[in-house]
């Protein structure tokens, strides 16, 4: 009976101790388990906070581990309200082997337990040496790919800038709505004075009609017969040179949509970035263009030259309907194609003609870059452009083409007088 009820006792301490042992084993396989989570989730999550994530396990693993020192203490707790085992018929000297044995097994307990955390902690330790490994890596590749993108935002940051100057260019040149309509009204006289030009014949030079008076006044008109042919071909005889019309139609042409869009700026379209993105604005600034390549042969009387600038008229007006609006660009081009349209007259030596040209346009520039008068800086741009239109007409009839239709011109004219 004492070797069965020894050996129930050794059966049962075993028992206990095998599953004081098995419980700590338990929640270190939970801490383990915790943590690889943790590793998982911060490698998922490449910004997250390393010592954050240490803490949070430091402290999940203690809660753990103060648990199953409850869950020990419990259990002694419950081992202590038991009968003894000699009450059962058990010798004093098997007793005390049981409770040195359970003593025993409850100091292995504290010491596996104890020698886990000791082993997670040193894991943890480690892995967190590897996160913080890791975090510096991670760091350093966000700093190039921040250094990259910053390039990056340097050359793509002009859009907010651009915005930035479509306001500001904007927010100061805001005009008046009586100031709009007289910017509108200032475009007309160009477009008559033109129109006056052709019709009046001021285009045929006072000097040539003159000297083919001279010509005809001792000559008898009846007795040469192709003097009366020339007569009878009116039409083709009194048209003003190709270079005066051009100038004529480029003027003509831009009067009307300038006049469009201010007018429009002064009853209908709101101040700010609407009006420099409305249509009417931009088809203002497309007919400068056109305007400019009208004038462009007008001051060569090159039709491969006015191609040329046909070409380089056309991608500007192409880049005035694009989405983003870009003032600076555009002034920039339109100043070229001004440019462009004026350099033959330099060409061809006439220097006196090319500076006052130029001397008008730098006045212009001036005006409407800086607005000294606030919004009648534009009015008072638009009447610079008005001492603009007759110097192109001279230029226009100081071609050697236009010459020579000038001269016909004049001989039609005295002849008509004749008769």
């Excluded at 008046?176 to 129109?195: D, G, H, M, S």
């Excluded at 039409?235 to 469009?260: E, N, Q, R, W, Y």
Aim: glycine share 4%; charged share 20%.
């Amino acid at each position: 009976m004492k070797k069965k009820s020894a050996t129930k006792a050794d059966g049962t301490s075993s028992t206990e101790s095998s599953s004081a042992v098995v419980r700590p084993i338990t929640a270190a396989q939970k801490m383990r388990s915790l943590q690889h989570k943790a590793i998982l989730d911060e490698e998922k999550e490449p910004d997250i906070d390393t010592y954050k994530v240490t803490d949070k396990i430091y402290s999940q693993i203690c809660t753990l581990y103060s648990s199953s020192v409850e869950n020990r203490d419990e259990q002694n707790d419950t081992e202590q309200k038991r009968p003894p085992y000699h009450r059962c018929g058990s010798s004093g000297d098997a007793s005390d082997i049981l409770l040195s044995e359970t003593s025993s097994s409850f100091d292995s307990d504290d010491e596996i337990s104890l020698h886990t955390f000791e082993s997670l902690k040193r894991e943890m330790s480690l892995d967190e040496g590897d996160a913080l490994e890791s975090s510096k890596q991670e760091m350093e590749m966000l700093l190039n790919r921040k250094e990259e993108w910053a390039l990056e935002i340097t050359k793509e940051e002009k859009d907010p800038k651009k915005e930035f100057d479509v306001l500001a260019y904007m927010s100061w040149r805001e005009m008046t709505p009586l100031q709009e309509r007289i910017n509108a009204i200032t475009v007309i006289p160009n477009a008559f004075y033109c129109l006056y030009f052709l019709l009046a014949g001021k285009w045929l030079d006072t000097e040539v009609i003159e000297r083919a008076r001279e010509a005809f006044s001792s000559v008898d008109v009846t007795s040469f017969p192709w003097i009366q042919n020339m007569m009878e071909f009116h039409p083709a005889t009194i048209t003003p040179p190709l270079a005066v019309l051009a100038v004529a139609i480029g003027i003509i042409l831009h009067a009307p949509f300038s006049f469009m869009y201010h007018w429009l700026c002064a009853h209908h379209l709101p101040p700010g970035v609407a009006r420099i993105e409305h249509w009417s604005g931009r088809l203002d600034k497309s007919f400068i263009h056109v305007m400019s390549t009208c004038i462009s042969y007008a001051t060569s009387g090159s039709w491969k030259y006015f191609l040329v600038c046909a070409i380089l008229n056309a991608d500007c007006i192409y880049r005035q309907f694009l989405p983003e609006v870009r003032p600076r660009r555009n002034l920039t081009r339109i100043g070229l194609s001004l440019t462009a349209s004026t350099i033959p007259i330099f060409w061809r030596g006439e220097a006196l003609l090319f500076g006052k040209i130029y001397s008008i346009l730098t006045l212009m520039t001036w005006l409407f870059a800086k607005y000294p008068f606030g919004g009648w800086s534009h009015t008072a741009f638009h009447g610079a452009i008005m001492f603009l239109s007759p110097l192109f007409m001279t230029a226009a009839c100081n071609l050697s083409s236009s010459r020579a239709q000038i001269q016909t011109a004049a001989m039609h004219a005295v002849l008509q007088g004749a008769m």
